[in-house]
């Protein structure tokens, strides 16, 4: 088998085989093909696209190219949720306590966050003491007393897809969904889960732009972790504008707490309930996503969600005195409202360019080795729709520097305020096959 003939015959339109895929990423992860030649049958997938087969095939190859997790010693059927990004996305931190408080296991890895994107361990580690690095065995055991662990992720896991990876961001070749799909679906498979849960985000702050490849995307998924062995569903979630309200490792480790008290923003709390009825229901736990949610809505109105989110933070070392006084957590030196301009209702808000105002303030990381300031963000006072009078606040901004005018600029050249303003829709589409 040679590989240059493996990419002339995916240049020509032609279907490649389980064996051809499976010798293709064993031997790039070996460096025995090299990146000029893996580059070349890059662009020749984002040119002729791949079946359903080639796709299953390579996802499968890049989970056998690492290690992988098992979580069979955890009672129950694991369910795992998934993101494909987005700005002050908080769902991971209110669905993981929220879920487990019904009784499903959530043996959740998570990641960190790079540019506008924000990760779930930097908003975790925003809690003092919170330990996100588990051995395999505290980590299970933690999961099987109390139903819920987030750590971070294994180094080892699908190394093929982290080299790709690196390769598609320099070759243009990123914006395949064959290749996005089975990059996604080669971690979430690799970690052990029995099914899996996905936020296909659309919109500005998301990286599928329309929903026609937000739904292509979706579908790809759930048709590779069915054919894996693994029960999957997905929600195509609206990423036009900001999920919730606050922007920002501290910030957004409140706004959590207040949703699992009820009381935090309408649209974070929606998202919740979409994404946790489908892990209810993949776990076993109730019939259909209707009863699925009332479980979720009762536990969050008893309280047991908050108790589940005490009893994570507690069980990870983290100190469980900032649950109950959150503000404990608000530690930038400088607050400074941004005052509207003139009056009317707010009619656009662009997402990515809202995280890149919260990363200018140090919220996020522009490279992997960049430090994140957990203190600083933003917290959007209005959201599209809403009424504003001229002088009211957009955003409270949270700095620990008073140097802040790009910041400012950038945000008012990114919320318009206008006449009127279409009502922003939050879910699209639910897809099950």
């Given at each position: 088998m040679r590989m240059v003939d493996l990419i002339e015959k995916k240049r020509?339109?032609?279907?490649?085989?389980?064996?051809?895929?499976?010798?293709?990423?064993?031997?790039?992860?070996?460096?025995?093909?090299?990146?000029?030649?893996?580059?070349?049958?890059?662009?020749?997938?984002?040119?002729?696209?791949?079946?359903?087969?080639?796709i299953v095939a390579l996802t499968m190859a890049m989970v056998?190219?690492?290690?992988?997790?098992?979580?069979?010693?955890?009672?129950?059927?694991?369910v795992d949720k998934h993101s494909t990004g987005g700005v002050g996305d908080t769902t991971t931190l209110v669905l993981a306590p929220l879920v487990a408080s019904v009784g499903v296991p959530v043996a959740k890895m998570s990641g960190r966050g790079l540019g506008y994107t924000g990760g779930t361990l930097d908003k975790l580690e925003a809690i003092p003491g919170f330990k996100i690095e588990l051995s395999e065995e505290d980590f299970i055991r933690i999961v099987n007393e109390s139903k819920v662990a987030v750590i971070g992720q294994s180094g080892n896991l699908a190394p093929a897809d982290k080299k790709l990876y690196a390769l598609r961001d320099v070759t243009a070749t990123v914006d395949s969904i064959p290749l996005i799909a089975s990059s996604i679906m080669s971690k979430k498979i690799a970690a052990g889960a029995d099914g899996i849960v996905l936020?296909?985000?659309?919109?500005?702050?998301?990286?599928?732009?329309?929903?026609?490849?937000?739904?292509r995307l979706a579908q790809t998924m759930v048709r590779i972790g069915k054919l894996a062995n693994r029960q999957t569903m997905a929600v195509i979630s609206d990423m036009s504008?900001?999920?919730?309200?606050?922007?920002?490792?501290?910030?957004?480790?409140?706004?959590?707490?207040?949703?699992?008290?009820?009381?935090?923003?309408?649209?974070?709390?929606?998202?919740?309930?979409?994404?946790?009825?489908?892990?209810?229901?993949?776990?076993?736990?109730?019939?259909?996503?209707?009863?699925a949610r009332s479980k979720l809505e009762e536990a969050l109105q008893t309280g047991?969600?908050?108790?589940?989110?005490?009893?994570?933070?507690?069980?990870?070392?983290?100190?469980?005195?900032?649950i109950d006084h959150p503000d404990q957590l608000l530690s930038a030196k400088y607050t400074?409202?941004?005052?509207?301009?003139?009056?009317?209702?707010v009619t656009k808000i662009v997402a990515n360019e809202i995280g890149v105002a919260a990363m200018m303030l140090g919220a996020g990381r522009q490279t992997k080795e960049d430090a994140i300031d957990h203190a600083v963000g933003l917290k959007l006072r209005k959201k599209v729709g809403d009424s504003v009078q001229e002088g009211d606040s957009l955003v409270s901004i949270y700095s620990n520097t008073k140097a802040i005018e790009e910041v400012k600029e950038?945000?008012?050249e990114n919320i318009t305020i206008g006449e009127t303003a279409k009502e922003p829709v939050l879910i699209h589409k639910i897809i099950t096959e």
């Open positions: 020509n339109g032609n279907s490649l085989t389980k064996e051809e895929i499976s010798y293709i990423i064993k031997n790039y992860t070996a460096d025995q093909i090299p990146d000029y030649q893996m580059s070349a049958l890059l662009m020749a997938i984002f040119y002729e696209d791949m079946t359903d087969e080639e056998q190219s690492g290690e992988q997790i098992d979580l069979s010693s955890i009672e129950g059927i694991k936020d296909v985000t659309t919109g500005d702050g998301a990286f599928m732009k329309n929903i026609e490849d937000a739904i504008q900001p999920l919730g309200e606050a922007i920002g490792n501290s910030l957004e480790v409140i706004e959590a707490i207040e949703t699992l008290q009820g009381r935090g923003p309408a649209d974070l709390l929606e998202m919740c309930y979409a994404l946790g009825s489908q892990m209810v229901v993949l776990a076993k736990q109730a019939d259909d996503l209707d009863e047991a969600a908050l108790d589940k989110f005490k009893e994570m933070v507690q069980n990870q070392g983290g100190d469980t005195t900032v400074v409202e941004l005052p509207a301009k003139k009056a009317g209702v950038l945000l008012y």
